[in-house]
């Protein structure tokens, strides 16, 4: 199994198979406007900036799970991110990222990479999935953990070339 498997709906409600990413590394994060972390865009974004070329993608999902920090419309959530922090990064539509309603990506995610002691569930915003060029989970990252601090681990992805199919 793979991400690849998956697909969801982009900000602007179009479905967006994630098939569309193989042989590019992905950074999957689950974002909120009103968060503390929400600063993180910016570091975000300078990482797509710098290494998009190379064949990242970082995919950005709000989500409105975390003490109601995300409770914008699609429109709203775009705007925000664009003007206050020049994201131009895939956006998704808003989804629940924990529970019986959670997207399946995400389900598939927190059972792959599980979370500090075991633990499947997104604990908060702006935890991040790192995946391979395979489609393959390879890290996950804490919400805390600074956009910057993943860079070294990016680069060794983009380093490996994709597996010949």
Not at 78 to 107: Q, R, W
Not at 151 to 156: A, G, L, V
């Amino acid at each position: 199994m793979s991400v690849y498997e998956f697909q969801a709906a982009t900000i602007k409600g179009t479905q967006q198979p994630l098939s569309e990413y193989k042989g590019k590394v992905l950074l999957i994060v689950n974002t909120a406007s009103k968060c503390g972390f929400t600063p993180q865009l910016k570091g975000l974004q300078e990482l797509y900036e710098q290494y998009s070329g190379d064949g990242l993608e970082i995919l950005g999902f709000p989500c409105n799970q975390f003490m109601n920090q995300e409770p914008g419309t699609e429109e709203e959530i775009e705007a925000f991110c664009e003007l206050n922090y020049g994201v131009t990064f895939p956006m998704f539509a808003k989804i629940d990222v924990n529970g019986k309603n959670a997207h399946p990506l995400f389900s598939y995610l927190t059972e792959a990479l599980p979370g500090m002691l075991g633990s499947e569930g997104v604990k908060w915003n702006f935890t991040k999935f790192l995946i391979g060029r395979d489609g393959t989970p390879v890290k996950r990252f804490s919400p805390n953990t600074n956009p910057k601090d993943i860079e070294e681990s990016i680069k060794q992805l983009l380093a490996e070339q994709p597996a010949s199919r």
